[in-house]
């Protein structure tokens, strides 16, 4: 019998033997394998004491395979620990995508990824997206957190664009209202001319110049100014401010924000 070293390649060498992947690839119909490291890691622990384990020193593909063994043992607390250590992980691989968004919404964004990633680990029957966050835990939290931004980020458009259509319905006689801020913040004939085209727009189009902003950074600017009304500085400390939230001095704000109305304008005039 050949006695030689395994291969980088070769299956761990352990009385354990690790339950393989069963789905495929939906574009190439390749089955899912778990990388060597990995597989080695799941091995390694799978012959101590789930006692001894340690989950900060395990990877995230590890550990959300030793959740599933455990499950059926019905030990609580172990599987406690580890989903808190992968919702810390979590938490951290979508605080990048949430760059930009308030502290309430950037934790809203990672408990609402945490919640669709728990409920793959925990699934009843395995499916491609459950398989594959035992090949790359990153990029399925990292693909979940992007689809949760867009959401975000949708539904501030939809409300940014209702609420520039309303003022055009109850804030015309007065110039109240968004469209009146908007006005109010520049002078220029072009952003009056912007103005009075919002005015005559159905929302959807009006969402569609909102849209045309492409920094998600610009974009919540002009949502927490002109929406919820937050100045760009102020004197008092109490007060929110775009330059304390995204760290930035006035007059950087004031280019995001002359950068967002200059693309929202070229948006109109496309769509008219």
Request: charged share 30%; hydrophobic share 40%; proline share 5%.
């Amino acid at each position: 019998m050949d006695q030689s070293s395994p291969t980088t390649t070769d299956p761990p060498l352990s009385a354990v033997r690790v339950s393989p992947l069963t789905q495929t690839a939906k574009k190439t119909g390749d089955l899912y394998v778990r990388h060597t490291d990995v597989e080695a890691e799941i091995a390694e622990a799978l012959e101590k004491d789930p006692a001894t384990w340690t989950p900060k020193t395990l990877k995230s593909e590890t550990l959300v395979h030793l959740v599933r063994w455990v499950r059926p043992k019905n030990d609580v607390e172990l599987i406690g620990k580890f989903i808190r250590e992968l919702g810390r992980r979590i938490a951290r691989i979508a605080k990048d995508v949430a760059s930009g968004l308030s502290k309430s919404e950037a934790e809203e964004l990672a408990a609402d990824v945490a919640a669709k990633v728990n409920c793959l680990i925990f699934a009843s029957a395995p499916s491609s997206q459950s398989d594959f966050l035992e090949v790359s835990f990153r990029y399925c939290v990292k693909r979940h957190s992007l689809k949760e931004r867009d959401k975000v980020d949708e539904r501030k458009l939809h409300v940014l664009a209702e609420s520039f259509f309303g003022s055009a319905q109850s804030g015309a006689e007065h110039g109240d209202g968004i469209l009146g801020s908007l006005a109010d913040s520049a002078t220029t004939p072009e952003d009056l001319a912007m103005e009075a085209e919002l005015k005559r727009l159905a929302p959807e189009r009006v969402q569609r110049a909102l849209a045309a902003i492409t920094s998600p950074l610009h974009r919540d600017a002009v949502i927490l100014h002109f929406l919820k009304d937050w100045p760009i500085k102020s004197n008092d400390p109490q007060i929110p401010t775009l330059s304390t939230h995204f760290g930035m001095s006035r007059r950087q704000i004031q280019n995001w924000i002359n950068a967002a109305k200059e693309e929202m304008r070229t948006a109109l005039g496309e769509a008219t």
